[in-house]
């Protein structure tokens, strides 16, 4: 009878050493099933770039006086990025995202004096987020997105891997880069879409350090040969001046046969009477599947009460002729841009004798390796 016992004890301790083995294994290969899940939709891309830049009738370098002041230093156009002589550095830019069938993040970091250029106002001089932003599928028409995100306005972006051009607009640089906020993304149907947001203070991305919000718009049609967006932008505060700010903004870009493109854009931007307006054509023809070149033909006028870039009233014309040549996932743009600027009380740029002009002509390699 003890000896029966024994043995159904163990028969009972060895049942439940292999109940226990297998519902390890079960919760191991649910485990290993979560995270194959997530990895599958998880993401890492960005790019790296840098450059050579160098005037053709401007100053490349710093010039002293015989007390060892400086009197006058290398000139560029008033517009952002690309605008250090020699051999100079863009960024360093890591996506992280995640894009799940109904949620999903994205976790845009910048490196080097681009990015820091990028976000200028986050209230942080080493922020390194470009975007951080959470999205939410209500369904298939309904997306809401919360964070810090790129704008919506404008035909140019902060990647240089997203731009034909290497150099920017002026129209882009004194226009917004990002926004932190709220917005809801609508798809009417296959063609239509439109877009809701609240925002913070153009480009205070890391916080509101103002109270104050700004409201934008953006109504959408696309279809296989191209786009047009037109995008508005309300109630903008900046702590200088209780006004309102409006941007109205028109983005188009078509495909008119398998080698030409054709983009435009047009902005009108004022708070109080202040700021610009303009516009730029982007002819891109692609020659071969490895090269393709592209003008930026910019006009763009500040307004008489003021201007953010040159000042009140002055005029800036921008010829930018850009090449794309691709090996793999490197593209080298060579790039000479052309700026003549009017209506200054004296002229904005100076030649190499230190004598004043109104136009600066431009030579930039550029490499863009993206991943």
């Known amino acids: 009878m003890k000896k029966f016992t024994i043995t159904n004890i163990r028969k009972i301790f060895l049942l439940g050493i292999c109940f226990a083995a297998g519902n390890n294994l079960q919760a191991q290969e649910t485990e290993e099933t979560k995270v194959e ?10 790019s790296v770039d840098t450059y050579f830049r160098t005037n053709f009738n401007g100053l490349n370098k710093y ?3 015989e007390a060892g002041d400086i009197i006058a230093g290398p000139q560029a156009p008033a517009s952002s990025f690309a605008n250090d002589p020699g051999f100079a550095i863009g960024m360093a830019n890591v996506i992280l995202g995640y894009e799940g069938e109904k949620v999903g993040f994205v976790a845009d970091l910048v490196f ?12 942080a001089p080493s922020n390194i987020v470009n975007q951080l932003y959470a999205y939410w599928n209500v369904s298939d028409a309904v997306t809401l997105t919360l964070g810090n995100f790129n704008t919506f306005l404008g035909y140019e972006v902060i990647s240089p891997a997203a731009n034909f051009n290497y150099s920017t607009s002026y129209m882009f640089s004194y226009g917004p880069f990002s926004h932190t906020g709220i917005k809801a993304d609508f798809t009417i149907d296959d063609n239509w879409s439109a877009m809701l947001a609240i925002m913070n203070p153009t480009d205070w ?29 309300y109630g903008e505060q900046m702590p200088i ?12 870009g078509w495909d008119f046969t398998d080698a030409f493109y054709l983009g435009l854009n047009t902005t009108y931007n004022t708070t109080d009477g202040a700021g610009f307006y303009g516009a730029a054509l982007y002819p891109q023809f692609q020659t071969s599947d490895s090269f393709a070149i592209g003008l930026r033909a910019e006009y763009f006028k500040e ?44 002229p904005v740029f100076l030649d190499s004798d230190l004598d004043g002009t109104d136009n600066l002509s431009s030579f930039v390699l550029a490499a863009v390796y993206a991943f």
């Open 37 to 46: 899940s997530f990895m599958s939709n998880f993401s890492i891309s960005g």
């Open 303 to 346: 307004l008489e009460d003021g201007g953010p870039v040159y000042g009140a009233d002055a005029e800036a014309i921008d010829f930018t002729l850009t090449g794309n040549y691709t090996v793999g996932n490197l593209t080298i743009k060579p790039e000479l841009r052309l700026d003549k600027v009017s209506n200054t009380p004296s």
């Open 205 to 233: 991305t890391e916080f509101n350090p103002y109270g104050k919000y700004s409201f934008g718009g953006q109504l959408g049609y696309s279809n296989t040969n191209g786009s047009a967006y037109l995008n508005l932008l």
């Open 112 to 123: 080097g004096p681009r990015g820091e250029d990028a976000v200028f106002a986050s209230g």
């Open 241 to 252: 001046s209780d006004e309102a700010t409006f941007q109205i903004d028109l983005t188009t």
């Open 63 to 65: 010039e002293y006086n």
